[in-house]
């Protein structure tokens, strides 16, 4: 097997493990940022390749000198910034047998478990967040899921696929206009707070995606959506898809399904729902209100690998007619045919996406899923969100600072007066790279974002957070000790820490059996 044998792949298999293990265990030993500029590593490597082979040992020091530097550590818990891309061992145990497996799952007949197995897991999921049974293979419907990659790729696949089914429909309704006159009229529409994904997949898909206004608080309201819509039809345009957003990125905004869903049913425009982060939420009872309308839609898609704790990447996605998006995107030749083809237990998912081949992801959601369990899993989130609040209570504390919204695991926080404080405050916190935090804009303000992340975040990781701004905001601010805090009580919330241990198995298996609590809602 090329260069390396069995006894080396056990070896150097074992070396790496350990050292995934090692790194996880005392992440939050190193700064959050490296110390690199552009160009470092161009310094270190050679130009080309050599001719001849090097001994894995030599590979893994190198490693180790010349990759790890270059890191910005996603899975310390002094990572606050973007929305979380965490990780569990369990799902990094999936994703190693999923490697060395080496499937690649196109069709039922490629690996009849593969597909299987992403049919089952999609079901699972879908009952986890409590989605409309319309969505859900296991239902009498034409509902079911996919894993994509990303929340890009499975936003392009709705916005492609609602394409074309109305290209379809409307050469029917319209044949007076030729099929280049009807997609150049066709128009799709997402909130200005919508992930920028959205609006590449309206370059990518050569379609105009109009960015609508939200309201002040962040929120994409029917009243601005169907105004823009009537516009359009005015002017001869063809409106065919609402990208609409739950969590949207600045902010973690709602947008408000309840009122844009009625319409887009009405005037056959496709509803699809950009999920992404907060979609995870749903899974606790206390969230589904946010869900509301979410059965008028015709996709949505989630990341596991935000919130679900399942390493990226891993994107699901659900179609409430599976066949629309298979009508669209279906090339058969002779050699992807096979006798199984078209049974509802096994569809061949190289129709639902862009790509023919595919990844076992399924794999690593079932192990991770299995290890963790439903309410363990909601225990983790609810956790999370008691981290954000433990922080949100500490920025109130202090008067010289403001929140200015709140919501799951997510605080945006600036200091009060000229947004050039805040700017200035989150360049030096930036620079010291022990934490990291990104800013966005809310009501015409810089505000700051302090997003829950990491592999094990704890409270004191919120104490040593909170610490970092504070200190921070003193030396830039000139004041000391004596500064005017408002005097408030937190109580103390104290989780249970898992033991460490250098076992894959043994931290697996602590981390996912964390008892919490105090849990408390939003």
Same mark, same amino acid.
């Given at each position: ?34 110390? !690199? ?191 823009? !819509? ?180 997510? !605080? ?111």
């Amino acid at each position: 097997m090329a260069n390396m044998d069995i006894n080396e792949f056990r070896e150097f298999g074992r070396a790496a493990i350990d050292f995934v293990a090692d790194y996880l265990e005392n992440i939050r030993d190193r700064d959050v940022l490296p110390s !690199v500029e552009p160009g470092y590593l161009h310094d270190l490597l050679p130009g080309e390749l050599q001719n001849e082979p090097e001994d894995w040992k030599t590979i893994m020091e190198d490693f180790k000198r010349c990759i790890l530097p270059g890191l910005t550590h996603w899975q310390s818990p002094h990572f606050h910034a973007f929305y979380p891309s965490q990780t569990s061992y369990s799902s990094i145990v999936g994703e190693t047998l999923a490697a060395g497996l080496g499937v690649v799952g196109f069709s039922w007949i490629c690996s009849p478990v593969c597909t299987e197995l992403e049919v089952i897991m999609m079901n699972w999921l879908g009952q986890l967040l409590n989605l409309p049974k319309s969505f859900l293979n296991c239902d009498e419907g034409n509902g079911g899921g996919i894993i994509q990659g990303s929340a890009s790729e499975s936003i392009l696949v709705a916005v492609l696929a609602a394409r074309e089914q109305a290209v379809r429909r409307l050469r029917t309704q319209h044949p007076e206009l030729t099929e280049a006159d009807i997609r150049g009229r066709l128009v799709a529409y997402t909130s200005d707070q919508s992930n920028s994904a959205v609006e590449k997949s309206g370059i990518l898909g050569a379609i105009k995606m109009r960015l609508l206004p939200a309201n002040e608080t962040g929120i994409l309201r029917g009243s601005t959506f169907i105004q823009a !819509v009537e516009e359009d039809v005015a002017k001869g345009l063809f409106p065919v898809i609402c990208v609409a957003t739950l969590g949207t990125t600045g902010t973690c905004a709602y947008d408000n399904l309840a009122e844009i869903g009625p319409y887009c049913n009405e005037h056959n425009i496709w509803l699809h729902i950009d999920a992404a982060y907060a979609g995870a939420a749903l899974c606790l009872p206390e969230y589904t209100h946010i869900m509301k309308g979410a059965e008028l839609a015709d996709s949505l898609n989630f990341n596991l690998h935000k919130w679900m704790f399942v390493n990226f990447d891993c994107c699901a996605m659900w179609f409430k007619d599976a066949g629309s998006v298979t009508q669209s995107f279906s090339v058969d030749r002779i050699y992807l045919q096979h006798q199984f083809q078209g049974h509802s237990k096994a569809p061949d998912y190289r129709h639902w996406q862009i790509q023919l081949g595919r990844r076992f992801r399924s794999l690593k959601v079932w192990i991770t899923l299995r290890t963790m369990g439903a309410e363990k899993i909601r225990s983790l989130i609810r956790f999370h969100i008691q981290l954000a609040n433990r922080f949100e209570e500490y920025v109130r504390t202090d008067d010289r600072f403001e929140v200015l919204c709140s919501t799951l695991a997510l !605080v945006c926080f600036r200091l009060k007066g000229d947004d050039a404080r805040s700017k200035q405050l989150l360049e030096n916190i930036t620079k010291r790279k022990k934490i990291f935090m990104i800013p966005a804009t809310y009501q015409g303000k810089f505000i700051i974002r302090f997003m829950i992340c990491g592999i094990d975040p704890q409270m004191h990781d919120i104490e040593y957070a909170w610490e970092e701004v504070r200190s921070q905001a003193d030396l830039l601010l000139g004041e000391d000790e004596n500064r005017n805090v408002t005097k408030q009580a937190i109580e103390p919330v104290e989780p249970k820490l898992y033991e460490k241990s250098s076992e894959i198995g043994k931290i697996t298996e602590s981390l996912t059996g964390m008892v919490i609590s105090n849990e408390k809602g939003q």
